[in-house]
């Protein structure tokens, strides 16, 4: 059974950082691609990052391009996602997803979701 489980969310001032970590069980790693997706209240849950099986692709929105890096522990089955530069129209809930393909970014492409985590930027 895949299994996601966010964690490092919280309550941060404007222009401060976060990382997220989603950790990964219950499936082969290394041979899906990983998302990191967020919904504000009221919102669509939009793209924010992803990167390929072979680490070798990355996606950012562009809202959020030169702030945020996604990267990946294959060793600890962990995906990061360092927020740099926070803004308050970064504060949501935060996902991370998978998909089973060499790279992804489109949101009908990931079909398994951890239970979020929720980032709060204070202006």
């Known amino acids: 059974e895949v299994q996601l489980v966010e964690s490092g969310g919280g309550l941060v001032q404007a222009g401060g950082s976060l990382r997220l970590s989603c950790a990964a069980s219950?499936?082969?790693?290394?041979?899906?691609?990983i998302g990191w997706f967020r919904q504000a209240p009221g919102k669509e849950r939009e793209g924010v990052s992803s990167v390929s099986v072979n680490d070798d692709s990355t996606y950012y929105a562009d809202s959020v391009k030169g702030r945020f890096i996604i990267s990946r522990d294959k060793s600890k089955n962990i995906v990061y996602l360092q927020m740099n530069s926070l803004k308050p129209e970064d504060t949501a809930d935060y996902y991370c997803?998978?998909?089973?393909?060499?790279?992804?970014?489109?949101?009908?492409?990931?079909?398994?979701w951890g239970q979020g985590t929720q980032v709060t930027v204070s202006s």
């Open positions: 219950g499936f082969t790693f290394d041979a899906y691609a």
């Open positions: 997803a998978t998909a089973l393909t060499n790279w992804a970014f489109r949101r009908a492409d990931f079909d398994s």
